[in-house]
């Protein structure tokens, strides 16, 4: 077992499966000789050759598109996007050829693809560096979409996203990789070497896909929050005093759902915490969820603390980012009914 940032866990869980399975390959921008723009894949190229590790030419499509064919044929792809910003050029080859293809070939084909995408706020990367696109492809069929919110679920997580036989985007929040973030900007950096979830032992180990984490249990209210905005949740709960419980959802595609009824139906109140923009977010869905299988049990209306209906922005970045205040508020608001 040893104490690992973000970074350092995802590193290792793609270091013990390139070692085990000579069938992964790591490609994308600057992921060789540089180890990646985050250093996710540092010294992945020196320890396991050139053609286990190497880069690619500024192709996001491109590199989706080879990843498929890949697949197709045997091999598992684990492709990097190196910001979320940017997956967009390969948005037709994850909607229209990736997430179909078991189904259109009739299970002759399918596409063991893994793309890594470091995503979310908190950066100062401005309207193109900041963006959490993950609605978009929770909606498209066939696709997998999982968001890890410390070192330890990170390795776990990406271990069980690469063996899976369908294609995972697996969101990274970048804002979590060298440390924690409670959503005050102006606090010292807290390093992830004194959280308990930061121990990770270096051998293969998995975290399932579609099993959210219990952070925190409660009897006033359910926080549903995901990657960043659980530690912004968890330093809200804690500076309000109210007794919320706090769920991690780790995948949104496959859901826990049974866990967040169970959570909500206990409570009977429920806040959703999530970085994206507000208007047709996951959280419209999540609401949707609730709604419809906890409705007798809802003691308050359904909250959401989200981004703001707005390009992501650089001058206001903290009035953007969803920031323990607003959170409370919400908290508080479910408490008054």
């Not at 790591?26 to 190497?54: A, N």
């Not at 429920?270 to 959280?283: K, L, P």
Request: hydrophobic fraction near 40%.
């Amino acid at each position: 077992m040893s104490a690992m940032n973000m970074v350092q866990a995802l590193n290792s869980a793609l270091d013990v499966k390139l070692g085990e399975d000579p069938d992964i390959m790591i490609f994308g921008e600057d992921v060789g000789y540089f180890g990646g723009v985050f250093r996710v894949t540092d010294k992945l190229q020196e320890k396991h050759g050139l053609t286990r590790c190497f880069d690619t030419p500024i192709s996001e499509g491109g590199i989706v598109a080879t990843a498929i064919g890949m697949g197709a044929y045997g091999l598992r792809p684990v492709v990097e996007i190196q910001f979320a910003d940017y997956i967009l050029p390969a948005f037709d080859q994850l909607v229209s050829e990736a997430a179909r293809l078991r189904y259109r070939s009739n299970g002759e084909f399918w596409a063991p693809i893994t793309v890594r995408v470091p995503y979310g706020g908190g950066i100062f990367g401005g309207q193109t560096h900041s963006q959490s696109p993950e609605a978009l492809f929770t909606h498209v069929t066939g696709l997998k979409s999982v968001i890890p919110s410390n070192p330890y679920d990170a390795k776990g997580l990406l271990i069980s996203a690469i063996e899976e036989d369908d294609p995972v985007i697996f969101f990274e929040p970048k804002r979590l990789y060298n440390g924690l973030f409670e959503g005050r900007p102006d606090d010292p950096v807290k390093p992830w070497k004194n959280h308990p979830l930061a121990e990770v032992p270096e051998d293969i180990y998995r975290v399932p896909l579609g099993k959210a984490r219990m952070i925190r249990e409660g009897e006033a209210v359910t926080v549903l929050a995901y990657g960043t905005m659980v530690h912004v949740a968890l330093s809200a709960i804690e500076e309000c005093g109210i007794d919320a419980e706090l769920l991690d959802l780790r995948s949104l595609v496959p859901l826990d759902i049974d866990a967040i009824v169970e959570s909500v139906q206990k409570t009977g109140r429920c806040v959703i915490v999530h970085e994206a923009s507000r208007f047709a977010g996951f959280g419209g869905e999540l609401s949707s969820l609730v709604q419809e299988r906890c409705f007798y049990h809802l003691r308050a209306p359904i909250e959401r603390v989200t981004g703001w209906d707005t390009p992501y922005p650089h001058a206001f970045e903290w009035d953007y980012f969803p920031g323990p205040k607003r959170i409370i508020d919400a908290l508080q608001r479910t408490q008054e009914v």
